[in-house]
């Protein structure tokens, strides 16, 4: 816990100094000469009275800590059940960010006015642990930790996918507050230092109310520059002094290991199995079907469990029905069940998401139809099977013998003749007299793994997006200008035009393009709404491809070997972008 811990830390401190927090840097600072100023108290000494304006010790002032307090508590909460508690309140994604705008601009008004601040903070002296003094500070805390926005790193991608999948353990709260302490450290600094000049400096209490006049301007002038968008065009302008920290943080082993899934308490003997091996070994007990919210392909939903497939040779499949890695792989899995299901082999199809998107029990039921999937799949909305089966990949394939241990493990696509084997051996291995027919792999009819070199997949929306290489950033929950580029790197990608981001997507607006080098024979775009995308790449003829529906991979190009190219995509408006995927 305590490394967990640490990483957190230091992805957050690496995040706290970062061109994203720019923003937040004016508010934190005159937030923090917002508090009462410190009465001194006169002597006598003979018969004048001596005012020890300049030797009196200030009070404590508790004001920095509790905004700080507030920002942690916030920033942690909406951060991982964010959407999960806008969607049992019923109210829109924007709610959170519009609510931390209201609470700015109220908090600059109570500033320049004081009655009206002494009526916003009114509400809060019933409470019995909330000192009189300053005591709106934690709530202004509050709302900032909705407008606080950082950088995106690898620490703060797996919270957010982990918040964005529900997939929320000890494990990631523990990184997720964390990670929020180190990108608030740098704000107590600037809230401090407003505090300590506003007990210290002579000119502030001087001119007190001036200086609270001008402070409260600039929160509101501020609330109305992040409303507008118009922060980012600082942000913008400045280089990413963080990235190469980000990138080295990123690499690190140890960071990758911690980051990875939690381990399932009945998971922990698979480690004996080495994924993609040949050789088939022993590595514990299957561990069961847990957290499922639905089955499909099962007589009245009832679930599968691993208890009941004793006897039979079993193979687990994990996957995401967009995920064109998955959907290459579903015609060998369909393959297999028709030739080896009669002789004692069982298929149970997993299905974790990826995307929010992916946890509707509509799309995965469509998507199994379409796929012509006929045997049993649970929904692992929440992948407390897939942390149980300490798995890390879409696809991914654990292959169970008779007596229920696992003996084999394959992350990801190909193999396909290795793992038929491997099923093959188990079957005879429960029934030395069962006659085999042919392997059935040559004969399937499937896209092909991408050659070495593949450009890997690419995502578009902002939790997981690594290789945007163009000008404009992602910011969520904003409309975003952005530049093509003009000399795209390779495995890179650049959007253009005005793009409304999300976490996990982004949503076209009436001049929207993307820009992707890559080096693949076919391209698979994962896109949602109503409407057209035109494909052009130098050279070939343009592509139109019509787009309909819940989110789906359209193939955008099918060329007869691995190439590099440069493809330039052109959307109308309304279609939901998530990822790019190669073959």
């Known amino acids: 816990m305590l490394t967990l811990a640490f990483i957190g830390l230091v992805g957050g401190l690496i995040t706290g100094v970062s061109p994203c927090v720019l923003p937040m840097l004016p508010i934190i600072f005159f937030a923090g000469t917002a508090g009462k100023p410190t009465p001194q108290q006169p002597r006598a000494d003979g018969d004048v009275l001596v005012e020890e304006v300049e030797i009196a010790k200030p009070r404590r002032d508790f004001r920095p800590l509790k905004i700080i307090a507030g920002i942690v508590v916030s920033f942690s909460i909406?951060?991982?059940?964010?959407?999960?508690?806008?969607?049992?309140?019923?109210?829109?994604?924007?709610?959170?960010?519009?609510?931390?705008?209201?609470?700015?601009?109220?908090?600059?008004?109570?500033?320049?006015?004081?009655?009206?601040?002494?009526?916003?903070?009114?509400?809060?002296?019933?409470?019995?642990?909330?000192?009189?003094?300053?005591?709106?500070?934690?709530?202004?805390?509050?709302?900032?930790?909705?407008?606080?926005?950082?950088?995106?790193?690898?620490?703060?991608?797996?919270?957010?996918?982990?918040?964005?999948?529900?997939n929320v353990g000890w494990r990631t709260v523990v990184l997720t507050v964390s990670f929020a302490i180190g990108a608030a450290l740098p704000l107590l600094i600037f809230a401090s230092a407003g505090s300590r000049i506003s007990q210290r400096v002579k000119a502030y209490r001087d001119h007190q109310r001036a200086f609270r006049i001008g402070g409260g301007i600039v929160m509101i002038l501020l609330a109305i520059a992040l409303a507008f968008n118009i922060t980012d065009v600082i942000q913008r302008s400045l280089p990413s002094y963080t990235s190469g920290l980000e990138k080295k943080v990123a690499e690190n082993k140890t960071v990758q290991g911690v980051l990875a899934p939690a381990l399932g308490k009945g998971g922990q003997e698979l480690a004996k199995c080495t994924p993609g091996a040949a050789e088939l070994a022993t590595c514990g007990a299957a561990p069961e079907f847990t957290g499922t919210q639905k089955w499909f392909n099962t007589p009245g939903g009832k679930p599968v469990t691993i208890a009941e497939l004793k006897g039979k040779v079993v193979l687990v499949d994990f996957w995401a029905y967009s995920c064109i890695n998955c959907q290459r792989a579903t015609p060998h899995l369909l393959a297999w069940a028709k030739a080896y299901q009669p002789l004692g082999l069982q298929i149970v199809g997993i299905h974790s998401?990826?995307?929010?998107?992916?946890?509707?029990?509509?799309?995965?039921?469509?998507?199994?139809?379409?796929?012509?999937?006929?045997?049993?799949?649970?929904?692992?909305?929440?992948?407390?099977?897939?942390?149980?089966?300490?798995?890390q990949y879409w696809p991914a394939k654990y292959l169970i013998d008779a007596d229920g241990a696992v003996r084999a493990i394959k992350f990801g696509e190909g193999s396909y003749a290795q793992v038929e084997n491997q099923i093959r051996q188990l079957?005879?291995?429960?029934?030395?007299?069962?006659?085999?027919?042919?392997?059935?792999?040559?004969?399937?009819?499937?896209?092909t793994v991408?050659?070495?070199?593949?450009?890997?997949?690419?995502?578009?929306?902002?939790?997981?997006?690594?290789?945007?290489?163009?000008?404009?950033?992602?910011?969520?929950?904003?409309?975003?200008?952005?530049?093509?580029?003009?000399?795209?790197?390779?495995?890179?990608?650049?959007?253009?035009?005005?793009?409304?981001?999300g976490?996990?997507?982004?949503?076209?607006?009436?001049?929207?393009?993307?820009?992707?080098?890559?080096?693949?024979?076919?391209?698979?775009?994962?896109?949602?709404?109503e409407g057209t995308v035109k494909v052009s790449i130098p050279g070939l003829p343009d592509k139109t491809v019509k787009v309909s529906g819940t989110p789906n991979a359209y193939q955008l190009a099918d060329l007869p070997s691995q190439q590099r190219h440069t493809m330039t995509v052109t959307y109308t408006p309304g279609l939901s972008a998530f990822t790019y995927s190669f073959g």
């Not at 829109?92 to 009526?119: E, K, N, Q, Y």
Request: aromatic share 10%.
């Open 450 to 501: 991408g050659a070495a070199g593949t450009t890997p997949e690419t995502y578009l929306g902002y939790s997981r997006s690594t290789n945007l290489q163009g000008a404009g950033k992602l910011t969520p929950n904003k409309t975003v200008a952005f530049g093509l580029n003009s000399a795209q790197p390779d495995d890179t990608f650049s959007l253009g035009g005005s793009w409304q981001v």
């Open 427 to 447: 079957l005879k291995d429960a029934d030395p007299n069962v006659q085999l027919p042919a392997p059935v792999d040559g004969t399937v009819q499937a896209d």
């Open 353 to 391: 998401p990826e995307f929010a998107f992916e946890k509707s029990a509509g799309n995965v039921e469509a998507a199994i139809r379409k796929e012509g999937i006929t045997y049993p799949v649970g929904q692992d909305n929440n992948l407390a099977t897939w942390t149980e089966y300490r798995n």
């Open 503 to 529: 976490t996990q997507s982004v949503t076209s607006t009436k001049t929207s393009q993307s820009r992707l080098n890559f080096n693949a024979a076919k391209v698979f775009h994962v896109l949602s709404g």
């Open 78 to 166: 909406f951060t991982l059940a964010g959407s999960v508690i806008l969607s049992a309140l019923g109210l829109p994604d924007s709610f959170l960010r519009w609510g931390g705008l209201t609470v700015l601009t109220l908090v600059g008004l109570g500033l320049i006015f004081p009655a009206l601040g002494h009526w916003i903070e009114k509400p809060f002296y019933r409470l019995p642990k909330i000192n009189r003094n300053d005591n709106g500070a934690f709530v202004l805390g509050l709302g900032l930790g909705t407008l606080y926005v950082p950088c995106a790193g690898p620490v703060l991608a797996a919270i957010t996918v982990a918040g964005a999948t529900g």
